[in-house]
């Protein structure tokens, strides 16, 4: 079992919409160190911004964390792609490199700065990061292998300065971890339902991922009947 650490360092990211080198369509994955202090607003970091709000952004995706050990994992899978493969690379807005899906649970609470994190959902990668990296696959493959990273809520706004910590205040119970739910919405036996069930009691859970859990349910439901 993994222990939680309690105060972690981060680095934060912000970006403008920028247009992918293909498609030529608008994106926010651009991310770059912002300088400090900055401020964390309902919706994310000041100075963010995200191109298509029907899928990215709000306020149960205010701002995203990638744990910075996955590069290692991406950089052995795609060794061609080693040089663009870096903290930001992927669009995150929190860097960190001593949390992971197995440190975490849905709901958890967090402070950083003057503001106050929850955690929401994992993150779904998307086709954006294949685009932007110039390599077919790379999001099929966090996916696959749940180095994901997260999402959080931001429950109170307030100032992030140089060397503010993400420090844990409230861990909810462990059956809600981050990396046993990922596990769980890949199963497809008919067991995984009462576990998916108890999901949706999970605190701070987003609502478009309890949709994805009862669609989840169904499924499973109409397959092993």
């Not at 105060?7 to 919409?17: E, L, N, W």
């Not at 306020?59 to 899978?77: N, W």
Request: charged residues 25%; proline residues 6%.
């Amino acid at each position: 079992m993994t222990s939680i650490k309690k105060s972690v360092a981060v680095q934060i990211f912000v970006g403008t919409i920028q247009l992918l080198p293909q498609s030529a369509r608008p994106s926010g994955i651009y991310k770059i160190p912002t300088k400090m202090p900055v401020k964390l607003e309902i919706n994310g970091f000041e100075g963010d911004h995200q191109a298509d709000l029907r899928v990215h952004g709000g306020p149960d995706k205010a701002v995203q964390l990638y744990p910075v050990k996955h590069y290692e994992a991406l950089a052995e899978r795609f060794p061609t792609m080693h040089e663009k493969l870096f903290p930001g690379a992927i669009g995150e807005n929190i860097s960190c490199p001593d949390l992971d899906e197995h440190d975490v649970h849905i709901g958890d609470i967090w402070r950083l700065g003057e503001g106050l994190l929850q955690i929401s959902q994992p993150r779904s990668p998307c086709w954006k990061i294949d685009e932007k990296l110039d390599c077919q696959g790379v999001a099929a493959y966090i996916a696959e292998t749940s180095i994901t990273g997260w999402y959080f809520r931001v429950l109170k706004a307030g100032m992030v300065k140089e060397y503010d910590k993400l420090e844990l205040l409230e861990s909810v119970n462990e059956c809600y971890r981050l990396s046993s739910l990922l596990q769980e919405m890949r199963r497809d036996d008919p067991e995984a339902m009462g576990v998916l069930q108890k999901w949706m009691e999970a605190p701070g859970l987003a609502d478009n991922l309890r949709l994805k859990i009862e669609k989840r349910i169904i499924y499973l439901k109409d397959t092993h009947r």
